[in-house]
């Protein structure tokens, strides 16, 4: 796993206490301390797994002695009733960790499962998926690392890796070559500028404004192909907005380079994963 641990930790121990609070009624006064148990993970639908590593750390969080073994890793398809991992340890944390944990991984794998299927609907075109900022707040890290594991890109991560000209921004500074020449004079060399378009005339504006990006928001695939021909690769691509599966391949064989879909993300259908106690 690349994430880093210490923000994994800070995500799973609020989880816990917001699950916890001060004891767990039920688990506390059923179970003794020093009960034993053995869980696993097995999935119930075909995709592709992911969060499995977030998923064990919850328990080590609850319990120092756990023991583990990890079948399945992040990336690996899995089909209905395959063990993704088995978990050993205190009964106690086990049923405490449960919930949080496969809150995590089902989550996870529903995000790597959805950018894999609409990666393989555009497979042999030029263009690649990719994520938008429509996250969860404070899940974005774990929701981007759960796209690239499913095979798609992560757009930028936060307002400061890049400058993003959306219709909003363009309103207010009064056009696309004024926003444009205004950025150019404030931004490092290493900042890229994308401008967000709504129809083939503010695209050609942003291209002899030298925008570097150009979204083509809300277009046919029809549309789209017109302004792939217009650019003539003087600016990157990328399509959004109205894009179904329906339309997918489409959008993709109209020749850009990206596609993004915010619903990667934001409405993304969780995995079915479920954990039996021995």
């Known amino acids: 796993m690349t994430l880093n641990k210490i923000y994994i930790d800070e995500i799973i121990k609020t989880a816990l206490l917001e699950d916890i609070n001060y004891c767990d009624v ?26 499995v590593e977030a998923a064990i750390r919850v328990f080590q969080i609850l319990d120092d002695n756990i023991s583990y073994e990890i079948l399945k890793n992040d990336g690996d398809t899995v089909s209905k009733g395959d063990v993704i991992l088995t978990v050993s340890g205190s009964t106690r944390a ?15 794998s529903g995000i790597a499962t959805a950018a894999n299927k609409y990666t393989k609907i555009i497979e042999g075109t030029k263009a690649s998926i990719a ?3 429509k996250t969860l707040p404070g899940l974005r890290p774990l929701q981007k690392y759960a796209v690239m594991t499913g095979g798609a890109k992560n757009h930028r991560y936060n307002l400061s ?6 219709d909003n921004h363009i ?3 009064g056009g ?17 500028i994308e401008v967000e ?5 503010e695209l050609r504006e942003a291209l002899a404004a030298g925008a570097d990006i150009i979204m083509l928001d809300n277009m046919s695939p029809e549309v789209m192909k017109e302004a792939v021909e217009i650019t003539a690769g003087r600016a990157v691509l990328e399509a959004s907005g109205g894009i179904t599966d329906e339309t997918l391949r489409a959008a993709a064989e109209s020749g850009v380079d990206i596609i993004s879909i915010g619903a990667l993300t934001h409405s993304v259908k969780a995995f079915d994963i479920s954990m039996y106690i021995k």
């Open 161 to 166: 890796d890049a400058a993003m000209l959306k």
């Open 197 to 201: 378009t709504r129809n083939l005339d």
């Open 131 to 133: 994520d938008t900022r």
């Open 171 to 173: 309103d207010a500074a």
């Open 176 to 192: 696309i070559t004024n926003a444009i020449t205004l950025l150019r004079k404030k931004i490092g060399h290493m900042t890229k």
């Open 26 to 51: 039920t688990t506390d006064y059923l179970i003794p301390a020093e009960q034993k148990g053995n869980a696993k993970f097995v999935s119930k639908a075909d995709g592709v797994v992911c969060g």
């Open 94 to 108: 086990l049923l405490k960790g449960e919930r949080t944990s496969l809150n995590l991984i089902q989550h996870m």
